[in-house]
C-alpha cells in the first residue's frame, strides 16, 4: 500500500508540475511577453496542457486508484491519504469520461466561438454567434451526458467548478435571494445617488500601487511567497504553495480600480498561501471551488475593505498619500463615494447590492438553455425581460445585454456563473463564524489589525485545500447547510445604515 501511494504521488506531483509550468506561461504572458511571443506561447501552452492530460489520464493512475481503494475505506474520510485518493479519484473520472475526439471537436469550437464573440460584441451582432451558440449548448449538452445518473442537465458542469452544488438547490437558495434584492435595490435606488467624484480625480498610479500593497501586508498576504505585477484584467495564479501571485491595473482618474482589485486578488491569493505545506504537488493543494474561493477574495475585498470600521483607520493614510485629493473630502463622503449603488448594465462594474442580480440572471438563463426551455434565438429577448424585471434597466442593444461576458462563448454554457454570487452568500458565512469564534474582530479591523481574522480562516478554511467540498467545509464550520441569513443580514445592515432604510 505504502508503495502503491508513493507511486501515487509521484505521478501526481509530475502532473502538478506541468501545470505550474503551464500557469507560469500564461502568467508571462499576461504580464510580460512582448506581442511576438504569442503564436509560440499559444503552441507551447498546447503542448504542456496536453501532456498534463495525458500523464493524469495514464490508466496506471487509474489502476493505482482502485488498489488504493481498501487503504481508503479503513481511514476516516478527513484523513489526507484518504482524502487525496477520494479527489484524485474524483479529478481523474473528470478527466477521463468525457472522449478524446468530443474534447478535441470542442476545444476546435471554442477557439471559434471566442474569435467570432470578439467580432460580433463590437458589431452588436448576435446573429452572426446564434448557430455558435446553438452548436455550444449542444456541446455542453454532450459533455454534461458523460456524466450520468445527475438529477439536471447542469448539474456535472455546476460540478466542474463547484463540486456537490445542484442546480436545484442553487436555484433555491437564488431564488430567495432575488426576492429580498430587488425590492432592497428599489429602495436604494429611489434616492438620489451616492456622489463618488472624489475616487475620480487624478491619481498617481505609482501611490496607488504603493498604498494597496501596504494593506494586503497588513492583511497578511506573504510577499516572500508571492509578488504583484501589472496587466490588463486582474488575476491570481500561483506556481507552488511557495510562490502565489496577483496582478491589477491601475487607472489614474479611478482610485478604486487598483485598490479594490488588490484586495480581491490578495483574499485569492491568501486563500492558496494558506494551505497546508504537506499537500505541495498534490490535487489538495488549491481552492476547493470557484465559490469558496470567491468567498475569501469578497470577504477581504468587501466585509472588511469597504467597511466603514476599515476606513476608519486606513482613511488618514490614504488622506495623507493624496492631500491635494482627500484632503477637503470627509470620511462619510468617501465611505458613500466606494459603496455608491446603481442600477447598472454590466455585471463587472456593479456594486455589492446588485451585482448577484447579475449573477443570478446568467445562472437562470443558461439552465433554460440548457434545459431547452429558453431557444438561443429568444435569448436577447429574455436577457432584456429579466433585466427589466430584476434591475427596472434596459440595454438598448445586445453589445451590452447578452454578448458582454466572454463566459458563453469561451467554454461550455453551464456552471461558469453561481460562483461568483455563493461567494458572496459564503463570505458572511464564513465572516460571521469568525466573529462568533472571535467578538474582537470588528474593532481589531478598526485598528487595522487582521491577524485574529486572517488566523480564523487559515485554520477552518485556507489550510483544508481541497480536501473539503464547499458544503462539506461549510457544515464543518457552521454546522448546517449554506443559508442566505447572514449575508442578507450583512446588506442590510450596511446599505440600510448608508442610505436610512
Ligand atoms: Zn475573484
Not at 488588490?262 to 481552492?287: C, K, V
Request: net charge negative; hydrophobic share 40%; aromatic share 10%.
Amino acid at each position: 500500500m505504502e508503495n502503491k501511494l508513493q507511486e501515487l504521488k509521484i505521478r501526481l506531483q509530475e502532473v502538478n508540475d506541468l501545470n505550474m509550468v503551464g500557469a507560469l506561461l500564461g502568467w508571462d504572458q499576461s504580464t510580460y511577453m512582448p506581442p511576438g511571443g504569442a503564436p509560440a506561447r499559444g503552441r507551447q501552452a498546447a503542448t504542456i496542457g496536453r501532456l498534463a492530460h495525458e500523464k493524469f489520464t495514464d490508466p496506471a493512475i487509474g489502476k493505482l486508484l482502485d488498489a488504493l481503494r481498501p487503504y481508503q475505506d479503513s481511514l476516516p474520510f478527513d484523513n489526507d491519504d484518504a482524502s487525496l485518493i477520494r479527489v484524485t479519484q474524483r479529478n481523474y473520472d473528470r478527466a477521463t469520461k468525457v472522449p478524446a475526439d468530443l474534447i478535441a471537436e470542442l476545444s476546435a469550437h471554442q477557439a471559434a466561438a471566442y474569435q467570432a464573440w470578439t467580432q460580433a460584441r463590437p458589431n452588436n451582432d448576435f446573429a452572426a454567434v446564434q448557430p455558435i451558440l446553438e452548436k455550444t449548448i449542444e456541446y455542453s449538452r454532450q459533455v454534461a451526458n458523460c456524466f450520468p445518473g445527475y438529477d439536471h442537465i447542469a448539474d456535472p458542469l455546476i460540478n466542474f467548478a463547484d463540486e456537490g452544488m445542484k442546480a436545484k438547490s442553487i436555484r433555491a437558495v437564488f431564488a430567495d435571494l432575488r426576492q429580498e434584492l430587488v425590492p432592497l435595490v428599489q429602495a436604494i435606488t429611489s434616492q438620489e445617488l451616492a456622489d463618488d467624484s472624489c475616487v475620480h480625480q487624478t491619481f498617481d498610479s505609482d501611490a496607488q500601487l504603493a498604498f494597496g500593497k501596504t494593506i494586503i501586508g497588513h492583511y497578511g498576504y506573504d510577499f516572500e511567497r508571492g509578488r504583484q505585477d501589472m496587466t490588463h484584467h486582474p488575476f491570481m495564479t500561483k506556481f507552488s504553495l511557495g510562490d502565489v501571485r496577483i496582478t491589477t491595473r491601475v487607472k489614474e482618474d479611478d482610485l478604486t480600480e487598483a485598490l479594490f482589485s488588490t484586495l480581491h486578488e490578495a483574499g485569492h491569493a491568501m486563500y492558496e498561501q494558506g494551505i497546508n505545506m504537506a499537500y505541495e504537488g498534490s490535487p489538495l493543494a488549491g481552492g476547493t471551488s470557484s465559490g469558496v474561493h470567491e468567498s475569501q477574495s469578497r470577504l477581504w475585498e468587501n466585509l472588511v475593505g469597504r467597511s466603514r470600521g476599515f476606513w476608519t483607520h486606513y482613511y488618514p493614510q490614504l488622506q495623507a498619500a493624496f492631500p491635494q485629493q482627500l484632503g477637503d473630502v470627509s470620511l462619510d463622503t468617501f465611505y458613500r463615494a466606494i459603496n455608491k449603488v446603481s442600477r447598472s448594465l454590466i455585471r463587472t462594474d456593479a456594486d455589492e447590492v446588485t451585482y448577484n442580480l447579475h449573477v443570478m440572471i446568467r445562472f437562470d438563463l443558461e439552465l433554460q438553455l440548457l434545459e431547452g426551455t429558453l431557444a438561443v434565438k429568444d435569448l436577447p429577448e429574455a436577457w432584456h425581460g429579466r433585466y427589466q424585471s430584476d434591475l427596472s434597466i434596459q440595454a438598448p442593444d445586445n453589445k451590452d445585454g447578452v454578448l458582454q461576458d466572454v463566459h458563453w462563448f469561451a467554454g461550455i454554457v453551464g456552471g461558469a456563473f453561481q460562483g461568483y454570487t455563493l461567494g458572496n452568500i459564503m463570505s458572511s458565512l464564513f465572516f460571521d463564524q469568525a466573529v462568533q469564534a472571535h467578538p474582537s474582530i470588528p474593532t481589531d479591523i478598526e485598528k487595522g489589525e487582521f491577524g485574529v481574522l486572517h488566523g480564523w480562516l487559515k485554520e477552518n478554511v485556507y489550510q483544508h485545500g481541497s480536501k473539503f467540498t464547499a458544503n462539506e467545509l461549510i457544515e464543518r464550520v457552521t454546522g448546517g447547510p449554506l443559508t442566505i441569513e447572514p449575508y442578507i443580514r450583512y446588506l442590510r445592515t450596511k446599505f440600510g445604515a448608508l442610505y436610512k432604510l
